[in-house]
């Protein structure tokens, strides 16, 4: 029988092994992989044509050893990408969002990869272009947009994109009577931006020279960049820097924090005078463990907080003049196991969205009387979020709604009538019939007992003997909840056959703050556990199994790919590791990579301390790499992702086929020309999807 993996003639990469040592806290490791970081790692993100000719010669052998093995599916991947194109509407648009004398969206072009910015006059009249990002993007192979942000009169727009993935994003300034870009020009930002109040400049994040956002300037409209104000620089540098403005247009917000303390820097937005250097006013001095943040409210603030133990937040306010703790008073009281993920305010009205038992819910509460009454939803698993809105004094909100065989839905409605009006439905131009699946949500009972939740989708016609094959998707790191919304893309795997599931493990907040509390640092090893659990749990239900199942991870969920790779090799058919976190311990060792000191809250420091070295020496997957039969593994890598670099993954890689005691294939694709998103525009990006796609259906003996 010919194995499909081992065409003729097609030899596995040999990575070249240059034996480094290093000791630290008594433990010496030797890494013969280390060689492929690029030292020279921050001027190799701005110019991706300084990275050393014998590293891109290995990645690009490594290229062409995937492309060789997956040669094969070529046809299906064509396939694949006209099935997820034609479920996406080409000339898709928003629903404008009002603001002032115009409202304001996103369109786009037929074929268009990327969105264009207009406005429409609120009387009426013809909708005007602001930007067109395919225009912008011409001459470029890659191209994504970061901030976009109109000024308060309404006549400047500033608007940012990074050309090569490595997330620089200079900020420009547009003339929107003119329909040109001014000759301001505002470099090593990160896209972070906000208007002074008057329109006469905007307030913004400048990175340093690791990657890090750690200062706010203040650029004003046609001066020299050279003449911007310093007006935050922040010394910790395990603490990022974000700006924003209040909706109502007073305050300016510098956000300062890491993955579990926040502090909150206020000051008016009005634009400095010549000469002035505007304070800060700390709101409340940070204090480990203790997050907040602001929310406007005319002559008061509303303060979303974990203080005084308060772990799954509650809402406090306090007058505007002086918002410190010592003058906050509980407004919405923290309820155990209700977890309040954001609050938005408008001058009538407070909503909060929160998470109760799983699911989210959105609750509106009249300012004055405290009357409050819940957003209902008809299904048992779903996703929502709160719209975004530009005005203060509406009583307008906008929500969007979707689960897994439920096509998204934009929502308009009226915080005192609670009149809904359905203003867009996620059109499926290729069709769509959600009676033909079938959504689920199973508990998976960990190695602890904890119950997991697992989100289902899969079609009514699908035999549940065990013989289907499953892609089963986790993340588990930073709170983050992966919600179990539609996803067009998937239905191309759920259409031939597949379960696709989503275990919703312990890192993330799917069942309020604890959950994530209690996959992190000490306890790490429950994401894990979880995501092992969920899979033997669908086997004995009969929805698939282990030789069927094939995992899928990014990013933090990369990491969790390459650990249930070391613990349970032989319960997975095969795994997906995109931008795979996997070189953990060197990454957290490493203080100068952007993301490593405001990560150690979130896994340890193993510089200052033992245990942590060691807790995340016992689980780093790629110090854990041993004499294993591991599945078949694909991962993929960003050659610009300041985020997971691309040695993290072409290291691991190289250590799995030294010492993979199975004859399964270990791919590597690096797209030379992205980050950590990918490929950039909307239809590019299907390219990649369908590579993933085909790679789980050739592991389940479906590509044909």
Not at 115 to 120: D, E, H, K, N, P
Request: glycine share 10%.
């Amino acid at each position: 029988m010919i194995n499909p993996w081992t065409p003729d003639g097609v030899a596995a990469p040999t990575c070249l092994q240059r034996p480094f040592v290093d000791t630290r806290h008594g433990v010496t490791r030797t890494d013969e992989y280390h060689w492929l970081r690029a030292e020279n790692w921050q001027a190799m993100f701005r110019d991706p044509s300084l990275l050393d000719p014998v590293t891109r010669a290995h990645l690009e052998a490594e290229n062409a050893y995937q492309e060789a093995l997956m040669a094969d599916t070529k046809d299906l991947r064509a396939n694949l990408v006209a099935e997820m194109r034609g479920r996406i509407k080409e000339d898709d648009a928003s629903v404008p969002l009002a603001d002032g004398p115009y409202a304001y969206g996103v369109s786009f072009a037929q074929g268009g990869q990327h969105r264009r910015f207009i406005r429409v006059p609120r009387e009426g009249g013809p909708e005007e272009m602001l930007l067109d990002g395919d225009k912008q993007a011409e001459g470029t192979s890659y191209f994504r947009f970061g901030g976009v942000d109109h000024s308060p009169d309404h006549r400047f727009m500033l608007w940012s994109a990074d050309t090569n993935g490595s997330e620089f994003y200079p900020i420009r300034v547009r003339d929107l009577l003119a329909r040109a870009d001014l000759q301001d020009l505002v470099e090593t930002t990160n896209g972070d931006a906000a208007w002074a109040s008057d329109s006469q400049g905007f307030f913004y994040t400048r990175l340093d020279d690791n990657h890090r956002p750690y200062q706010v300037l203040f650029h004003r409209i046609g001066a020299p960049p050279s003449e911007d104000v310093l007006v935050h620089e922040e010394e910790d540098s395990g603490f990022f820097t974000s700006i924003g403005r209040t909706r109502d247009g007073a305050w300016i917000v510098i956000g300062l924090g890491d993955h579990e303390t926040g502090e909150v820097r206020l000051l008016p937005a009005r634009s400095p005078a010549g000469g002035e250097q505007p304070i800060p006013v700390i709101v409340e001095p940070r204090a480990k463990g203790v997050e907040y943040s602001l929310e406007e409210g005319g002559d008061e603030f509303f303060v979303l907080t974990n203080a005084d133990g308060a772990k799954d937040f509650k809402i406090m306010v306090a007058p505007a003049h002086a918002p410190s703790k010592a003058n906050w008073a509980e407004l919405v009281p923290h309820i155990p196991g209700r977890l309040i993920l954001a609050i938005t305010s408008f001058r009538t009205f407070l909503v909060r969205l929160e998470r109760e038992n799983g699911l989210p819910r959105i609750v509106v509460r009249e300012r004055v009387t405290g009357e409050e009454h819940v957003i209902a939803f008809p299904e048992d698993a779903y996703s929502l979020g709160l719209g975004g809105t530009y005005e203060y004094d509406t009583e307008l909100l906008r929500f969007t709604y979707s689960s897994m065989t439920t096509p998204a839905s934009e929502f308009e409605y009226n915080l005192r009538t609670r009149e809904r009006v359905l203003l867009k439905t996620q059109e499926v131009p290729s069709g769509h019939d959600p009676a033909r699946y079938v959504t689920r949500r199973l508990m998976a009972p960990s190695h602890d007992g904890e119950l997991v939740p697992v989100s289902l989708l899969y079609r009514a016609d699908t035999p549940l003997d065990g013989s289907a094959p499953c892609l089963l998707y986790g993340y588990g790191a930073y709170g983050i909840t992966i919600p179990a919304g539609f996803n067009t893309d998937i239905l191309s795997l759920v259409d031939r056959g597949f379960v696709y599931a989503i275990a919703h493990i312990r890192g993330g907040k799917d069942k309020g703050y604890g959950w994530y509390e209690a996959g992190k640092r000490e306890g790490k090893a429950n994401t894990f556990h979880d995501f092992i659990a969920a899979g033997r749990h669908l086997v004995r239900e009969g929805l698939t199994s282990h030789d069927r199942i094939v995992a899928q991870g990014g990013s933090a969920g990369g990491m969790l790919m390459g650990a249930i790779a070391n613990m349970a090799p032989e319960e997975f058919a095969g795994i997906v590791a995109q931008v795979p976190f996997v070189d953990v311990l060197s990454t957290m060792l490493d203080d100068t990579l952007p993301l490593t000191p405001p990560e150690w809250p979130e896994w340890g420091n193993p510089i200052a301390s033992e245990e942590d070295y060691r807790r995340i020496a016992s689980y780093s997957p790629y110090d854990n790499v041993a004499a294993k039969p591991y599945p078949a593994i694909f991962a993929l890598a960003g050659l610009t992702d300041p985020r997971v670099t691309y040695w993290e993954p072409a290291k691991w890689v190289a250590r799995l086929r030294a010492h993979t005691t199975a004859g399964n294939p270990i791919l590597l694709k690096v797209n030379m020309a992205a980050g950590h998103g990918g490929a950039s525009g909307r239809f590019a990006r299907l390219e990649e999807v369908a590579l993933v796609q085909a790679f789980a259906l050739k592991v389940a003996g479906r590509a044909a």
